[in-house]
T-cell receptor, first 114, second 116 residues
Framework: AQKITQTQPGMFVQEKEAVTLDCTYD???????LFWYKQPSSGEMIFLIY??????QNATEGRYSLNFQKARKSANLVISASQLGDSAMYFC???????????FGTGTSLTVIP | DARVTQTPRDKVTEMGQEVTMRCQPI?????VFWYRQTMMQGLELLAY????????DSGMPKDRFSAEMPDATLATLKIQPSEPRDSAVYFC??????????????FGPGTRLLVL
């Protein structure tokens, strides 16, 4: 069974607008972590944001925020005030069982339009 | 600025040759992961180590791939013999896993492998 689902293969957003990238996950373990990574065309994987399953508040890091809805098992990434440099692939990932299992989604390609 | 380093960055080789990729995790990190990324398969976890001990290598083709951590500052991934289907980008990532909560993995720049 797929553990991480990213249903949007490609997204477009106007510069300076906000965009939401969807991610749903599947686990029966009560302790897990959710991550978002950015992969620009240069190829490196850049960590953006982390949300723990027991965290009461949604994680935020600058222009990135994670909309964590535990009951719906979703962990959407919100990028505010999009910039041209945000154009990249974005991967949602989950770590389960104290990090002994780690799953990546298939990614969403984001294009920011000037 | 602590980061994961990988060498080589690019490797072109001929089928049948041995390929060795090296990774230096962030100092103090005790968990090291090897991933392979292709257009068709996306990101695949090949193997990972904690405190230098292999914990899971079920994602790795055992007949030709091997992964080791000779010391805490070096992880290696070896392919022998290499095949064209091994062409991919190989990422190393490291994390500090000494707390109950999940630890962020930090990725190296990757090794782009082309097997002709």
């Amino acid at each position: 069974a797929q553990k991480i689902t990213q249903t949007q293969p490609g997204m477009f957003v106007q510069e300076k607008e906000a965009v939401t990238l969807d991610c749903t996950y599947d686990t029966s373990d009560p302790s897990y972590g959710l991550f978002w990574y950015k992969q620009p065309s240069s190829g490196e994987m850049i960590f953006l944001i982390y949300q723990g399953s027991y965290d009461q508040q949604n994680a935020t890091e600058g222009r990135y925020s994670l909309n964590f809805q535990k009951a719906r098992k979703s962990a959407n990434l919100v990028i505010s005030a999009s910039q041209l440099g945000d154009s990249a692939m974005y991967f949602c990932a989950m770590s389960v069982n104290t990090g002994n299992q780690f799953y990546f989604g298939t990614g969403t390609s984001l294009t920011v339009i000037p | 600025d602590a980061r994961v380093t990988q060498t080589p960055r690019d490797k072109v080789t001929e089928m049948g040759q041995e390929v060795t990729m090296r990774c230096q995790p962030i100092l103090g990190h005790n968990t090291v992961f090897w991933y392979r990324q292709t257009m068709m398969q996306g990101l695949e976890l090949l193997a990972y180590f904690r405190n230098r001990a292999p914990l899971d290598d079920s994602g790795m083709p055992k007949d030709r791939f091997s992964a080791e951590m000779p010391d805490a500052t070096l992880a290696t991934l070896k392919i022998q013999p290499s095949e064209p289907r091994d062409s991919a980008v190989y990422f190393c990532a490291s994390a500090l896993s000494d707390r109950p909560r999940m630890e962020t993995q930090y990725f190296g720049p990757g090794t782009r492998l082309l097997v002709l």
